[in-house]
C-alpha cells in the first residue's frame, strides 16, 4: 500500500540520514546527499521531512522513543 511504501521511504531515509550525519556531522550532511544514501530520488527527503532540520529532530525523537 502506500501508506506501507512511505513508511519505509521514512525509515530508509532516517537510517541514511544517522549514518551520514554520523560521518560528516549535521552541519555537512544534505537532503540531496542523505536521498542518494537511501537510494530515493533528490525531492523525498524533503517531500517527507520539509527540511534538514526537521529530520535531524524527528532522528533524535526515534532515538529517544527506541530508548524508553
Request: hydrophobic share 45%; glycine share 10%; charged share 25%.
Amino acid at each position: 500500500t502506500q501508506a506501507e511504501r512511505s513508511a519505509a521511504a521514512e525509515s530508509a531515509l532516517l537510517k541514511a540520514a544517522a549514518e551520514l550525519m554520523a560521518e560528516v556531522g549535521v552541519e555537512r550532511a544534505s537532503l540531496r546527499g542523505i536521498g542518494a544514501r537511501a537510494g530515493v530520488s533528490r525531492a523525498m527527503p524533503a517531500y517527507h521531512f520539509g527540511s534538514k532540520d526537521a529530520l535531524a529532530g524527528r532522528l533524535v525523537q526515534h532515538g529517544i522513543d527506541r530508548h524508553l
